[in-house]
């Protein structure tokens, strides 16, 4: 599969895939006439597929007016509930389409948890060293792979490939030794379609940075270390490996809760 390919599959594509179970919960929010707004962003939040696409609509000229929305819960209201209500309903109508494209329901989960741990502890890192909006900085990461997709819809064993690489974090090489792109770069190309705010689309295009990323884009550096601790490329040495060691059980306490919550476990 090689690169023009690649950028072509980023380009076209119109909704991200999520898990069966997610969607199963947004239905039953959904299809549940006293629903909250409260009840569809708690399930919304945790989703890479469905926050997506919701950045994308609040930052779009109709609804911004010129402000960048970074904030889901903020980019929720908005856009109005009965307008995301829709939006959501018709993700999840192309859902079913975007599924028959052999995507496998393992490699979703893996994405999604990768996602969701990463963005727990970016929440963390933020908080601590009061570098970043929290909110912000878990947006950001819940978002950061999400040029994942566009490998795992065109190379049929990319869950393979990611698995020989894990430990090692030299994704990023591999993927450009064999595909001439790597999933930064497609990320990049679906934040700029979708009009993500900048901060996010200059993460997901550097969130793998090289070993010293730039420690004055304290939202790249609170994702790059948060992805690096899980990935176990992070140097021991760093403030932000003593902060994430310190909070680990609690993240993961934090993430088989939602796991539980979303009926993922
Ligand atoms: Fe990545
Ligand atoms: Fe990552």
């Known amino acids: 599969m090689p690169r023009e390919q690649l950028i072509n599959r980023a380009s076209e594509i119109k909704v991200i895939p999520t898990l069966d179970s997610i969607v199963n919960r947004v239905f039953t929010v959904l299809g549940n006439n006293n629903s909250s707004f409260n009840d569809l962003s708690e399930v919304v939040k945790y989703d890479q597929a469905i926050s997506s696409k919701i950045i994308s609509i609040a930052n779009s000229a109709y609804y911004s007016r010129g402000i960048e929305i970074f904030n889901l819960q903020r980019a929720m209201l908005t856009i109005g509930f009965e307008e995301v209500r829709s939006i959501v309903s018709c993700i999840l109508l ?47 990461s819940l978002l950061h792979d999400i040029g994942k997709i566009v490998f795992y819809l065109a190379v049929p064993n990319y869950g393979e490939i990611l698995k020989e690489t894990k430990g090692t974090g030299d994704v ?94």
């Open 94 to 140: 192309m859902e079913g389409v975007i599924k028959m494209l052999k995507l496998k329901e393992e490699d979703l989960l893996d994405l999604w948890k990768h996602s969701v741990e990463v963005a727990s502890a970016a929440r963390v890192l933020a908080e601590r060293l009061c570098i970043e909006d929290p909110q912000k900085a878990y947006t950001a």
């Open 172 to 265: 990023i090489a591999l993927e450009r030794e064999r595909f001439g792109i790597d999933h930064q770069e497609t990320g990049y190309i679906i934040a700029v379609k979708w009009k993500f705010p900048h901060d996010f689309a200059r993460v997901i295009r550097g969130h793998h940075g090289d070993h010293n990323p730039d420690h004055q884009d304290s939202l790249l550096r609170v994702v790059n270390a948060s992805d690096r601790f899980f990935t176990r490329t992070l140097s021991s040495q760093s403030t932000e490996a003593f902060i994430l060691d310190k909070e680990k059980s609690a993240i993961t306490l934090e993430v088989e809760k939602i796991m539980e919550f979303l009926q993922l476990s």
